[in-house]
């Protein structure tokens, strides 16, 4: 059974910083792509940073240059480095993966982790 499971949300003052992580286990043949969306009440689920295998990223504009993806050395684990944080960064983050396993490609999430900007 593939896990992502995230840690590292928390509350914290506007300017401050917050880094989550997101481990993916199980019996996995690869991972493509790991990304963190985020989501508030009554809006859609949006992309924040995605990363592939290749170690191209890609960035919301919302927080370009505040914020950075990256993946641990086993490549299994991602990190979501977030500087100068403000009050709109509040939502629910969550750990996505492309990835195969079972000789099939599927998309996982994690259960979500809250984070909280206080201006």
């Known amino acids: 059974q593939v896990q992502l499971v995230e840690s590292g949300g928390g509350l914290v003052q506007a300017g401050g910083s917050l880094r989550l992580s997101c481990a993916v286990s199980?019996?996995?043949?690869?991972?493509?792509?790991m990304g963190w969306y985020r989501q508030v009440p009554g809006k859609q689920r949006e992309l924040v940073a995605l990363?592939?295998?290749?170690?191209?990223?890609n960035y919301a504009d919302s927080v370009k240059g505040r914020f950075t993806i990256s993946r641990g050395n086993a490549k299994n684990t991602v990190y979501l480095q977030m500087n100068s944080l403000e009050p709109e960064d509040t939502a629910v983050y969550y750990c996505?993966?492309?990835?195969?396993?079972?000789?099939?490609?599927?998309?996982?999430w994690g259960q979500g982790t809250q984070v909280t900007v206080s201006s």
């Open positions: 996505n993966a492309d990835l195969v396993s079972g000789f099939t490609r599927q998309v996982r």
């Open positions: 199980g019996s996995i043949y690869t991972i493509n792509a």
């Open positions: 990363i592939t295998t290749s170690g191209t990223t």
